[in-house]
């Protein structure tokens, strides 16, 4: 989480073990050289693989008091804001509990790319335009239901189309997230039972919200 711009992005684990490669998914996501890892002594920031990845990326690591809230009431209020707005988004869109990653990179991306606040100058600003470029997607990709039904029409080359032109050139399915890195949008296809990466740029995408 960024101080400066409010910009924060979440990396869901399975398991504590994972800490490095979550690490690592976040010096590639930003872009940002870590000077200090901050860690309470937790048994997942202690292993030998650890510290060899910051002893050879020249990051030091400082010991803090463990579960200290009050110094990390900002880390700890944004994770409390993350499981709410994930746990809603499930129950919303009536998808069961293993789509919990979906739903938290869903509102990560919702939250840097469409919530605005003031600057410092009473300017209107997303976190996205204060630290630019930091994410690929677009508001097309972004500013869908998570959950919601999207159709998707494939060309008539794409590996899913079955005898050519003649062949069913639609998937449809449900709206996971936006791709971070690319203009694509993550979905659960209900034919193929599986999540599938769409590019906007090659695919016709569309929403089908229902009317309050």
Request: proline share 3%; hydrophobic share 35%; charged share 20%.
């Amino acid at each position: 989480m960024d101080k400066g711009t409010e910009y924060f992005v979440s990396f869901p684990a399975k398991t504590r073990a994972s800490s490095l490669a979550l690490l690592k998914q976040f010096v590639i996501f930003t872009g940002r050289k870590i000077r200090y890892l901050l860690i309470d002594g937790a048994t997942e920031y202690q292993s030998d693989h650890i510290k060899e990845y910051c002893s050879d990326n020249d990051v030091v690591l400082q010991l803090v008091v463990a579960y200290n809230h009050t110094m990390q009431a900002r880390l700890v209020g944004a994770i409390g804001c993350i499981k709410q707005h994930s746990q809603t988004s499930l129950l919303h869109a009536n998808k069961p509990t293993r789509f919990w990653d979906d739903a938290t990179k869903d509102f990560g991306i919702n939250k840097v790319y469409l919530w605005a606040t003031t600057d410092t100058r009473g300017k209107l600003q997303i976190p996205h335009d204060r630290m630019e470029p930091a994410f690929f997607g677009t508001y097309k990709t972004v500013a869908a239901s998570f959950g919601g039904r999207v159709i998707a029409q494939l060309p008539r080359e794409h590996h899913l189309v079955k005898n050519g032109s003649f062949g069913d050139r639609f998937v449809e399915g449900t709206y996971l997230h936006s791709d971070s890195a690319t203009p694509c949008i993550w979905m659960y296809s209900i034919t193929l039972q599986r999540k599938i990466s769409l590019s906007k740029t090659h695919h016709v995408l569309r929403t089908l919200r229902q009317q309050s």
